[in-house]
């Protein structure tokens, strides 16, 4: 089971989180949750080279609000926060009769997320380098920073290789089965000109990660209440 679904989907009704947190009627479900996919796809395309982790939408009244957690706030929010305004009449675009909140957030270990690890091996991937390597060091720096275990797997025409292989590394424990396990998962394709080579990655955190590591508010530059703060060497 635990291989064969969403390890976060798997999880959302005990330790994750919706990534959309509204209700709506049987008629307007279809045509928000594909405005949601819209805006979605135009902030990741936007901010391929900010790190964007994942974008949550919230609905209220006649109002949304989308939270972009970046491991690189500061090319989100452009000189003088003129990025900011871009991408909010955009989206206003893209939602049309609704006022647009848009909050940044930042990712403070992009090492220990697991959809920021995915595409960073991708992009290696995209630059010729050896799979072997790109992987091993992922999972030499994610378990450096104190991760229980990682798991990452690579699918396709690896080094260019005339057939399609699946290769996998593991170091620690990712219990997948274990609901309680706070598991985080990244997928996303490396487009190489032998074809794309698909990218996973499982991560599991120690329980009490989320209270310690909150993304702080990029505006501020303040953590919110609650979160524990490390000295910086």
């Not at 871009?86 to 403070?108: F, N, S």
């Not at 380098?129 to 797997?153: H, P, S």
Request: aromatic share 6%; with cysteine.
């Amino acid at each position: 089971m635990g291989q064969k679904v969403n390890p976060v989907g798997f999880r959302i009704p005990v330790t994750k989180d919706w990534k959309s947190r509204w209700f709506a009627r049987k008629a307007e479900f279809g045509p928000l949750l594909m405005e949601d996919l819209r805006i979605r796809e135009f902030v990741k395309e936007r901010l391929k080279r900010a790190a964007v982790s994942k974008v949550t939408i919230e609905r209220f009244a006649r109002r949304l609000r989308v939270t972009v957690f970046s491991g690189r706030p500061g090319l989100v929010i452009g000189r003088k926060g003129q990025e900011i305004e871009r991408i909010k009449t955009e989206i206003g675009k893209l939602a049309e009769g609704q006022e647009i909140y848009l909050d940044i957030k930042e990712v403070r270990t992009p090492e220990m997320d697991a959809q920021l690890v995915a595409e960073n091996i991708a992009q290696q991937l995209e630059r010729r380098m050896n799979f072997r390597r790109a992987l091993k060091r992922a999972i030499q720096t994610t378990m450096d920073l104190g991760a229980e275990g990682i798991r990452v797997r690579c699918a396709g025409r690896l080094n260019g290789s005339e057939l399609a292989r699946t290769e996998q590394y593991r170091d620690g424990k990712v219990p997948l089965h274990t609901l309680r396990a706070n598991v985080d998962y990244g997928f996303t394709e490396a487009r190489t000109l032998a074809g794309a080579i698909g990218v996973k990655v499982w991560i599991c955190k120690p329980h009490n990660w989320e209270e310690t590591q909150n993304a702080s508010d990029a505006k501020t530059r303040k953590a919110p209440k609650g979160a524990a703060r490390k000295p910086r060497r």
